[in-house]
């Protein structure tokens, strides 16, 4: 018989940034987000994926309900983002990343995919479509994991 399986949720929320202007520093502040993110996730089961596109950023954050609202309250009380609003919360049947914590920042080498999403205009106009950042969190995973020949899982 198969064991009984926690209530999974996923949490799909999108904030404005407050980093430093300064380059340098704006990535230590990404650097130590990520170094805190991935421990305390691990500890908690949480799987996650942060994109940060400009002054915007938006994460999936999925796991046990409790674990996630605890996290979830954590990050919302963060003062290097700011109007964190939740596009969706829902119980979900299955998780869908794969990493407790990963960061995707526009660049070169996955422009192509944040410039499909186009969700800049949405977050410009604070009305982000919860389905279209998931959307391209997955297209990132997906393209992450297919460099490392990886293509044959969830499909
Ligand atoms: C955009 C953003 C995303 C974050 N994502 C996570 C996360 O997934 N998990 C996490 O534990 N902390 C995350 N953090 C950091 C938390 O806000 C918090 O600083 C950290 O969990 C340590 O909390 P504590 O000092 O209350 O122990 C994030 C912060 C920001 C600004």
Do not use: D
């Given at each position: 018989m198969r064991p009984k399986r926690v209530s999974l949720v996923h949490i799909i929320y999108f904030s404005r940034l407050a980093l430093s202007s300064d380059q340098a520093k704006r990535s230590a502040q990404i650097d130590d987000i990520t170094r805190v993110a991935q421990k305390k996730n691990e500890f908690s089961v949480i799987t996650s994926l942060l994109l940060i596109e400009g002054a915007f950023a938006a994460q999936v954050i999925e796991g046990e309900r409790s674990s996630v609202h605890e996290t979830f309250d954590r990050i919302s009380a963060d003062?290097?983002?700011?109007d964190v609003q939740i596009c969706e919360w829902r119980e979900i049947?299955?998780?869908?990343?794969?990493?407790?914590f990963k960061c995707a920042q526009r660049g070169s080498g996955n422009e192509n995919l944040f410039a499909k999403a186009n969700l800049l205009p949405m977050f410009q106009r604070g009305t982000p479509k919860s389905s279209a950042i998931h959307s391209l969190a997955m297209a990132i995973q997906a393209d992450a994991m297919s460099r490392q020949g990886i293509d044959h899982l969830f499909v």
């Open positions: 003062q290097r983002h700011r049947a299955k998780r869908e990343f794969v990493n407790s």
